[in-house]
């Protein structure tokens, strides 16, 4: 069984990210959560952890070209997709945290809060979520103007005003309404 999360549906900028994971029932791993209720430090502990003790796990995304082309939810969609097709392992079952399911060839069931009750999903949350926050550091670094490392490409007031005075940069996602405001 392998689950399945995303990060990055609401930021202004960057990839959405999603991961697939399948455990090791006999390798279990301490401390999974839904990656928002756990500090950053503690993520990152976790991504690796998960990463050296899972069955199997893949990281994939939708770019912000995808996500203007097709819109988040089915940006979201083709990330998971990607993600569970990219596992090393074909799971007979994928429990997707949330209330939509990509398409795929095998079972699927959507789970409402997935991330804090299924530890599949959670270990999928916190891959997702510190791949996209070691993306938005990176990124960082060549547009320090806008403050991703700080605000992870979320329409924070120091990120809104970083579009007004900069506007836009290519990972801004152009179909979100704060950056078409700018671009107008």
């Known amino acids: 069984m392998a689950g399945v999360d995303e990060a990055g549906r609401g930021p202004l900028a960057g990839p959405v990210v999603a991961a697939a994971v399948i455990l090791d029932d006999l390798n279990p791993i301490k401390g999974l959560a839904d990656s928002k209720k756990l500090s950053a430090l503690r993520r990152e502990k976790l991504y690796d952890e998960i990463q050296a003790k899972a069955l199997c796990c893949s990281i ?5 070209e995808e ?4 819109n ?5 969609l083709l990330a998971m997709k990607r993600a569970v097709e ?9 429990l997707v945290d949330g209330n939509r399911l990509p398409t795929l060839v095998m079972v699927a069931e959507a789970i409402v809060k997935g991330d804090a009750l299924v530890p599949a999903i959670s270990a999928a949350s916190i891959l997702a979520k510190v791949y996209r926050d070691r993306w938005c550091a990176e ?7 806008y403050g ?3 605000h992870k490409g979320y329409g924070t007031a ?3 005003a970083a579009l007004r005075e900069h506007g836009a940069c290519p990972q801004h996602r152009r179909s979100f309404a704060p950056v078409a405001e700018v671009l107008r």
């Open 60 to 64: 994939a995304l939708a770019t912000v």
């Open 67 to 70: 996500i203007d082309a097709l």
């Open 72 to 76: 988040i939810l089915q940006a979201t």
């Open 86 to 94: 990219g596992l090393r392992l074909k799971p007979n079952k994928v």
């Open 139 to 145: 990124f960082h670094l060549e547009y320090p103007q």
């Open 148 to 150: 991703f490392a700080g």
């Open 158 to 160: 120091k990120h809104l």
